[in-house]
């Protein structure tokens, strides 16, 4: 039995979830062999090659909007927590701390120096390897697997700031700004410093590809003429599994393209009030025609009125606003489309926002792979 072509309207309508004023429909994905008799949903490359589709609204190096579309919850769901756990970043791990008379504890001020953004040149940051951290009494395995720092698995930076008074030349009498009265009154993140060793110099180049601060001015502490912090910092790469401040995103979330059907002419004052429940620009309106005054039921003798129109649903937030007023009732079918996923993507600056997402990409096909050969192997 040859399958049936599916109509237009049809495979539009299975791809709608039904937002509705207190519950949501058509939730349950309908793409699988079997599930619509007489029709062939059996995947295949082809097929989904021509269904993908990337388009991207924005791409800043730290902040990028695009959409995935023709792909599964699943799929799309995997390139987040990728995005967010998987993907190697640079951190400050261990804080030597030699000297340290500020009222900041020195493990207050290793936990906020250790969630300090870094960043350097790419290739050098894709050079580092991993750092495997000794083995400890309680450990299994022995101390065979483990490494010692190097110049091509530990970065190592330094901080070393001593407060004191300015003079009294220049200042005016009564002055209290601390900024005015004292030197380095307050530690900023710009300056920690970078020490390079071996290939380092090499892989990590000034003045750009130094390792440094993605904000040099993340404020660290502050201190007042006497004290003084002196102390190293070793940094290794790691992934966001095993802790937040290795994870290279502020932000990695998506969401389901809204869709706004009106089913009904919505004129005059109603359309007004129609546009005011959802975000602006979602919502425009046009003047009824006399054509459509004299085909339609719904219009007749309203040439020349205002009626509401769907403009931009990308800008709208799904509130259902409009399904709380009596008036809407009727007119409006609110959904989202389940294989339209707007990405949003925040880098904490270590690497540029659509590099990540190719990466996690490149990730999961890596794991792909993986898991293709052990099938093969089981298989023997």
């Known amino acids: 039995m040859v399958p049936e072509p599916i109509p237009p309207e049809t495979a539009r309508r299975r791809k709608i979830v039904g937002v509705n004023a207190e519950t949501v429909t058509n939730v349950t994905s309908t793409d699988f062999p079997g599930h619509h008799p007489g029709e062939d949903h059996e995947w295949s490359l082809e097929k989904f090659s021509q269904n993908l589709e990337v388009q991207f609204h924005k791409n800043d190096p730290l ?9 599964d919850a699943s799929i799309a769901n995997a390139f987040r927590r990728i995005m967010i756990a998987e993907i190697p970043t640079l951190a400050i791990e261990t804080v030597f701390v030699h000297n340290n008379t500020s009222i900041v504890q020195d493990e207050v001020l290793a936990a906020r120096l250790g969630l300090v953004p870094l960043t350097a040149s790419l290739s050098g940051l894709n050079w580092l390897q991993f750092y495997k951290k000794p083995a400890t009494q309680d450990d299994d395995e022995g101390a065979d697997d483990t490494d010692t720092a190097a110049d091509n698995n530990t970065i190592v930076l330094k901080l070393h700031v001593e407060c004191a008074w300015r003079g009294a030349e220049g200042i005016k009498s009564g002055e209290t700004d601390p900024e005015k009265l004292y030197v380095n009154s307050s530690v900023y993140a710009k300056q920690i410093t970078f020490e390079p060793t ?8 000034e ?5 440094r601060p993605v904000n040099p001015e993340i404020l660290l502490a502050k201190m007042r003429p006497g004290q003084i912090i002196e102390l190293d910092m070793h940094c290794i790469k790691g992934i966001g599994a095993d802790h937040a401040k290795f994870s290279p995103v502020a932000t990695a979330t998506y969401r389901l393209l809204p869709t706004i059907d009106i089913v009904k002419p919505i004129v005059g004052n109603d359309a007004r009030k129609f546009a005011r429940c959802f975000p602006k620009g979602v919502i425009g309106s046009e003047d009824v025609t006399e054509e459509e005054s004299e085909t339609s039921k719904e219009l007749e003798g309203m040439a020349g009125e205002k009626k509401a129109v769907v403009r931009n649903t990308f800008k709208d937030t799904v509130s259902r606003e409009c399904l709380r007023h009596e008036e809407f009732r009727g007119k409006v079918k609110l959904g989202r489309v389940r294989d339209h996923f707007i990405f949003s993507v925040e880098s904490t600056g270590q690497f540029d926002s659509d590099y990540l997402f190719l990466e996690s990409v490149k990730t999961l096909k890596a794991k792909c792979s993986r898991l ?3 099938f093969a192997n089981v298989m023997r």
Do not use: C, Y
């Not at 902040?63 to 792909?71: N, P």
């Not at 003045?207 to 390792?211: C, I, M, Q, S």
């Open 63 to 71: 902040d990028a909007s695009f959409s995935l579309v023709g792909i």
């Open 198 to 205: 071996g290939r380092q110099n090499s892989e990590f180049p």
């Open 207 to 211: 003045p750009d590809g130094l390792v």
């Open 372 to 374: 293709k050969r052990q």
